[in-house]
């Protein structure tokens, strides 16, 4: 029996000496939980007076496997999202259909098309495929959207290439609802599965995007083009949708910098534009553009101001002139409550944004952030007999905390709260509304690593 361990401990030994270590396979397997208790009363949009506030818990469980190999890459996440208490306690499937939060969030494989073993480290030249993330510079037109328990991810293939601090990515997706016999026609809602987009309520029929970033001493820049397409639908004499041969394809471009300034300042910009044709096939001319800077005092406080613009189309105009941020992360940039681009339309005046961010490092485990927002339409706002309202939408103040108590366990909780105008309230349909909403949750993140 010992000469038997010692032969099998000499054999892999000797495996190991003679394979390239970068040949060696890797396994890796982890988890996450992440709680969000929450206190609404006047999220999203503000309520009108006499509704009470909301309060719930959400939960995502995510389970990840990965593996790593010689000229390979293999990922697997899978997660469920619910509400608490959505189920029944005695019930061994969910109580409702629609609710069913159990899926495949991200499912990939990754294909190096140079020999790892003949390249120098830092190069790169991969094709990747399968559901996954796209995550792009600050997120602002490619995110993850991390922040809704359920995420986004896209089905598509990538082609990957890196070398001496450039990258280019391209990618692209073509989505169908099913597998068919004839034709290619594609529903872009779902039924029982709301679409993903910020703002227009339709999935995409196809998508592709290429990516050109590098890396520069003090910093990154990059430009990005997105062009996606949309099933073309005509209306029935009863004004039902009725899908048609054909898409309406738009296309957004722009560039990204983020850079050091001096020994304390750090400047963010971007600016995009879109054209082509909207979903419902009207010309598309939009644009928005953001520019933040940040100056550290020292290394606990830093102050800066922001300023975010995106285009909105004026009432009477036959062209749309609305910017849709895409398949971002409007929840880190519009304010915490996600007043816009978020859970709840506000027409298609378009939004200024105008703020002031502050950051305390108290500690290596703890930091406190602070956003103060304005917000205006960036098109006039008009009532049903044309009368001019004013463009202020109101303030938004968010303070949010977070502690890293370990490695794997982190705690966020937050106070937001908004100061509404008339206006907003004309452009959010609400009647009667509450001057003043608040919100406040408490999040929970552990993120054990079971095998690395």
Not at 180 to 188: E, I, P, S, V
Not at 282 to 300: D, F
Request: aromatic letters at 12%; one cysteine or more.
């Amino acid at each position: 029996m010992k000469k038997a361990v010692y032969l099998l401990l000499l054999g892999i030994t000797a495996v190991g000496l003679l394979a390239p270590t970068r040949t060696m396979a890797q396994f890796s397997l982890s988890g996450q939980l992440r709680t969000r208790t929450e206190l609404l009363d006047g999220q999203g949009t503000m309520l009108s007076k006499g509704e009470k506030p909301a309060f719930f818990t959400s939960q995502r469980t995510r389970l990840n496997a990965g593996y790593k190999g010689y000229r390979t890459q293999f990922f697997v996440a899978v997660q469920d999202v619910r509400v608490w208490g959505q189920d029944a306690s005695t019930n061994n499937r969910i109580t409702n259909s629609s609710l069913n939060g159990l899926m495949l969030h991200e499912a990939w494989g990754e294909i190096s098309l140079l020999d790892t073993n003949q390249t120098k480290l830092g190069k790169e030249f991969a094709l990747k495929i399968g559901r996954q993330e796209f995550l792009y510079d600050d997120s602002r037109v490619l995110g993850n959207l991390d922040w809704l328990q359920q995420a986004r991810r896209h089905d598509a293939a990538l082609i990957k290439y890196g070398f001496n601090g450039f990258t280019a990515h391209l990618g692209v997706a073509y989505n169908q609802n099913r597998e068919l016999k004839t034709g290619t026609l594609y529903d872009g809602v779902p039924v029982g599965y709301p679409a993903g987009t910020n703002g227009i309520g339709t999935m995409y029929k196809s998508l592709q995007f290429l990516y050109l970033g590098k890396k520069l001493k003090q910093g990154s820049a990059s430009f990005l083009v997105v062009k996606d397409d949309f099933q073309k639908y005509a209306l029935d004499t009863a004004g039902v949708k009725k899908l048609a041969n054909g898409v309406r394809s738009r296309v957004t471009f722009g560039p990204y910098l983020q850079t050091k300034i001096g020994k304390n300042w750090t400047l963010t910009a971007n600016a995009f534009y879109q054209a082509g044709k909207d979903k419902d096939g009207a010309s598309l001319s939009a644009y928005m553009y953001s520019v933040r800077g940040m100056y550290a005092m020292n290394r606990v406080f830093s102050i800066g101001p922001g300023f975010d613009y995106t285009s909105g189309t004026a009432t009477g105009s036959t062209k749309n002139h609305t910017f849709d941020p895409l398949y971002g992360t409007p929840h880190k940039f519009w304010g915490q409550m996600d007043y816009f681009y978020a859970a709840n339309g506000f027409g298609k005046g378009g939004l200024s944004d105008l703020y002031i961010n502050t950051t305390i490092k108290a500690s290596e485990k703890l930091s406190i952030n602070t956003d103060l927002h304005h917000f205006a339409s960036a098109a006039a706002v008009r009532v049903v007999d044309n009368q001019k309202l004013s463009s202020g939408f109101g303030e938004e103040l968010d303070i949010i905390a977070n502690y890293n108590l370990t490695k794997s366990i982190s705690f966020q909780g937050g106070y937001c709260a908004f100061f509404s105008t008339n206006s907003l309230a004309q452009v959010k349909g609400v009647k009667n509304p509450q001057k003043m909403s608040n919100w406040a949750y408490l999040m929970i993140n552990i993120k054990p690593e079971f095998l690395k």
